[in-house]
């Protein structure tokens, strides 16, 4: 028999079934913080398979128990934590169960008959994402267990405090960090303590929410558990703290919204910013209403939608710290925002027509800017539009001439558009839309999202060809803020809505910046008067099957913060393409917006603007900084300049770091690594990388056969060169090259006098560097089918390679993986050598791009069963910007898992460049840990 009066804690799952193993995870944490501060010596902490026996049997007897355990609900969030107490009446409720069979409720019935219940049960349910077999928890779960273990430590440290009355006065101090501020928190505070009937205050203290509750101890306890379990939908709490309160009981009565302080607080977590969220249905109705006040309102916005970073000077939120600060509110506003029950109570963007932001174009004001856009993009013209995170340039999606003018101004010929709809009917009617996709298109965040187009054979297309050319997929976006919704509805059409910038250049924020930079792209301005703060570009996502690719994290995503054990504050730098960099401290990392390209002065100006933004807002001053190998890389010149320890990564590294980080894995792990092009540790250059390796370091183990780049930088802009330079100088791994009368069809497409320089300079190896690139050999094969002998951005060919493939069948291409050197190596000639074989026989280059691919994935699975067969982990890592492609990571996946092999790819990380700096602070992190 269990002693009587103790507190039972305890965790129910199985940790072989992936999510299901929370509860086991959660108590593993409290065993571990058990070491550096006691438990209460009457505290019991058990696991638990879930069988009711022996559940009864642990909590009988307890005065409190507290378990923890999987849940699934219908709809569900991963991640989402419930809390069930015994005496709130709601354990029965079927909407939330146990993963192992047994509702809560059912589990409680039982104990009551057979008089086995604790004197108080307290459950901690955290819904699952995965539960098959197989061990590590979904990033969203393992996010969860930290919070989850202290909120569990609460409990217990209020345990002491609760007479058998529950009509002890109990004064807590509470802190609230993570993303608290900007999303209605203090608003959900204040109705919360008044309707719980407590006294006290909430306030804004630098980065987090503070304040002091009063009341019956049960009441302040249910208070605590709200603030985790029952946060705004925009809010991410990450960690409540409960301390004595400072006074006996607050002054006055009653709860109130203090006055926020900016620093002084006790805490110094890392502050955490509010991205951007999209216009909500409340306000969307408002804007549509006649009666309403704020009816056609184009800056409509309230506490759970509006700008947040993008026009956030300083902390803690509010109104005088951001670009809003030069709108006095009117008293109808100042009304609002003093209302505890008006949606827009404390909402600091808060305006109307009478007091806020207003429309321009040229002279006109309102209204009439709004009609004159309407009227330019109605004749054909391209208007440049003031958005939230920077302008954009618009024009009829429909329209062939418009689009071609709009890419011969921005300077633009091939990279997809993105679309603008007005709503999910208008984006069904363009693309094929599954669950993930249509929950992306429609979330907060409003990323464009990367569609298959839809057929429209026998009907004019209402979208031009020039807005993606050549491709089988259309990114389309719904509407972010009420102007976009004014203007699509006036013109009733979709709209091309693309980033307000010339080639390479940063988009432009600046009113007078963007006239100077966009007046020879636009027809006209359709500006305002609120300021810009940070530049914010549209995110981009896409969607494999149920997984979620993130392609670009900007507006709507950053800076949201991930998950990332760092204790002492590093930075990534990140890389030259797609650059963004990381911010990582207590717990978290911040990975700055989308820069673009750091090619040139201005992109490299508005990375260093956006980073000591960020280093303020945040309040993260790094001690170290990691950065690429590349000395080349405008981003490692710039951080050996910094006076700060510095970290080397390697590039392929930082990629599946940046995938295992995300994922929470821990030792180590098989890491692919495909991409264009990033320097090895040996001084040449990689991108078909097969990686054993852990945070700290890695080991390569196999990688893509070299081939020469004739010229450099030039191949990557010529596939064609790309092409020859495989044709003539691929490394040669026992497999003859292709022979002459292979390929003169395609060398006599082109200009003789290239082919006999390139032949010249591959045959001296001059200005030849080798790599062994998996996004180079995409490149030489869309130049060998025909589909492209130049490109004008970076991934082009592999895209029109991917777009050609369709869903075509295929019969896979010849391919050898040879040991060379001790490294499993592809050689990719005998692939080569078919595709032109099967080509001169007639097969066609749809079906060719197809085997491509599938030759690939074969590859991909063959090279780490060779390494798994040699020890390697069974846990894969996929990074680089190769898996954006839908097709090879469907056929990788595929193969690697029926190989038995766990398969993980970023979701909220970006898997191309974007992550690269997110992997840098990983690796940073577990090299100082290792020094430690």
């Not at 028999?1 to 965790?11: K, P």
């Not at 102007?483 to 390479?504: F, K, Y």
């Not at 900007?554 to 797609?578: C, I, S, T, Y």
Request: with cysteine; net charge neutral.
């Amino acid at each position: 028999m269990r002693r009587r009066g103790r507190i039972a804690v305890i965790g129910v799952g199985n940790e072989f079934r992936r999510d299901d193993g929370v509860g086991w995870a959660v108590l593993a944490r409290l065993r571990e913080r058990a070491e550096q501060r006691a438990l209460p010596p009457d505290t019991d902490l058990a696991t638990c398979d879930g069988d009711p026996g022996r559940l009864l049997g642990l909590w009988e007897g307890a005065r409190l128990a507290v378990v923890v355990d999987a849940a699934h609900t219908r709809p569900g969030t991963p991640g989402r934590v419930h809390r069930l107490a015994l005496d709130a009446g709601c354990l029965a409720q079927p909407s939330t169960t146990s993963s192992h069979g047994l509702g809560l409720g059912e589990a409680v019935e039982l104990a009551r008959v057979l008089g086995m219940l604790p004197e108080r049960l307290v459950v901690y349910a955290v819904e699952g994402a995965e539960s098959e077999l197989g061990t590590g928890l979904s990033p969203a779960v393992a996010a969860a267990v930290e919070p989850v273990a202290t909120a569990v430590e609460d409990e217990i440290a209020r345990s002491g405090d609760v007479s058998a009355g529950g009509a002890a006065m109990t004064v807590r101090h509470f802190s609230v960090e993570g993303i608290v501020q900007g999303v209605g928190f203090r608003p959900f505070v204040y109705r919360t303590a008044a309707g719980l009937g407590l006294d006290g205050w909430v306030a804004n203290v630098d980065g987090h929410v503070e304040g002091e509750v009063c009341g019956p101890t049960r009441a302040v306890e249910e208070f605590a558990a709200r603030l985790r379990t029952d946060a705004p939908a925009l809010a991410r709490v990450r960690r409540v703290r409960l301390t004595n309160g400072v006074h006996a009981r607050p002054s006055d009565p009653g709860f109130q919204v203090r006055l926020s302080a900016p620093g002084g607080g006790r805490d110094t977590a890392a502050r955490e910013i509010p991205p951007d969220a999209a216009i909500c249905d409340a306000c969307l109705g408002e804007l549509y209403d006649p009666r309403d006040r704020r009816y056609r309102y184009p800056f409509i916005n309230c506490t759970d939608c509006g700008p947040r970073a993008t026009i956030i000077e300083g902390l803690p939120y509010d109104r005088i710290r951001t670009t809003m600060r030069r709108f006095p509110l009117c008293g109808e506003c100042a009304a609002e925002y003093a209302d505890s029950g008006d949606r827009r109570f404390h909402a600091e963007p808060v305006a109307c027509p009478a007091c806020g932001p207003r429309l321009a174009w040229e002279e006109l004001r309102g209204e009439e800017a709004l009609r004159a856009a309407v009227r330019t993009v109605d004749r054909g013209g391209i208007v440049a539009l003031k958005g939230l995170g920077g302008y954009q340039l618009v024009c009829d999606a429909g329209d062939p001439v418009a689009v071609a003018e709009l890419r011969r101004r921005k300077r633009r010929p091939a990279k997809p558009f993105a679309v603008m709809v007005a709503d999910l009917a208008a984006a069904a009617r363009l693309a094929q839309i599954g669950a993930g996709e249509r929950a992306a298109l429609t979330s907060p965040e409003r990323p464009v999202v990367l569609l298959g187009r839809r057929r429209w054979r026998g009907r004019a297309a209402p979208l031009a060809p020039e807005v993606h050319p050549g491709l089988s997929r259309v990114g389309l976006f719904l509407p972010t803020t009420g102007l976009h919704h004014l203007l699509l509805d006036e013109l009733a059409r979709p709209l091309v809505v693309t980033s307000g910038n010339l080639s390479h250049e940063p988009i432009a924020i600046d009113d007078e910046e963007a006239r100077g930079s966009l007046a020879a792209v636009s027809d006209g301005f359709l500006t305002h008067d609120r300021p810009i703060r940070s530049r914010y570009d549209d995110s981009v996502v896409c969607f494999t099957g149920r997984t979620r690719i993130t392609v670009r994290r900007a507006r709507g995503l950053a800076p949201a913060p991930l998950p990332l054990a760092v204790g002492r504050p590093v930075a990534g730098g990140g890389a030259q393409l797609k650059h963004t960099f990381t911010l990582a401290a207590d717990g978290r990392a911040h990975i700055g917006p989308h820069t673009g390209d750091l090619a040139d002065l201005p992109t490299h100006e508005a990375f260093t603007t956006s980073y000591g933004h960020l280093k303020e807002l945040t309040g993260i001053e790094p001690a170290v900084l990691a950065h690429d190998l590349h000395p080349g890389y405008l981003s490692t010149r710039w951080a050996t300049e910094q006076p700060l320890c510095r970290v080397p990564v390697q590039h392929h590294h930082a990629h599946v770091a940046a995938c295992a980080a995300e994922h929470g894995v821990r030792g180590r792990f098989l890491g692919i690594a495909y991409d264009g092009l990033g320097l090895g540790d040996d001084g040449t250059l990689w991108g078909g990388e097969i990686l054993v390796a852990d945070l700290s370091g890695y080991r390569r183990v196999g990688r893509f056969a070299t081939a020469p780049l004739p010229g450099g930088d030039a191949a990557v802009r010529h596939p064609s060169r790309t092409a020859l330079g495989h044709l003539l100088g691929g490394e040669m791994l026992g497999a003859p090259r292709p022979y002459p009368w292979l390929t003169r069809p395609f060398t006599d497409r082109l200009d003789p006098a290239e082919v006999a320089a390139v032949r010249a300079m591959v045959a001296r190896d001059v200005n030849c560097p080798r790599a062994s690139s998996a996004g180079r050999l995409f490149d030489t094969a869309a130049a060998l089918l025909g589909l492209t002998d130049q490109v004008s951005y970076e991934g082009e060919a592999a895209v029109l390679l991917e777009a050609a493939a369709g869903d075509e069948h295929a019969v896979p291409l010849a391919h050898r993986v040879v040991r060379e050197r001790g490294l499993w190596v592809y050689d990719s000639v005998p692939t080569l050598s078919d595709l032109l074989r099967r080509q001169r026989d007639g097969e066609p280059p749809a079906r060719l791009a197809a085997a491509f691919h599938l030759t690939l994935a074969i590859v991909t699975a063959e090279l780490p069963a060779r390494a798994v067969g040699e020890g390697a982990p069974r846990t894969v890592c996929l990074g680089g910007g190769c898996f954006v492609n839908r097709r090879l990571l469907t056929e990788v996946k595929r193969r690697l898992q029926a190989a038995g092999l766990r398969v993980l790819v970023g979701g909220q990380v970006p898997v191309g460049d974007g992550g690269i700096s997110y992997g840098q602070a990983a690796v940073a992190v577990a090299r100082l840990a290792g020094e430690g």
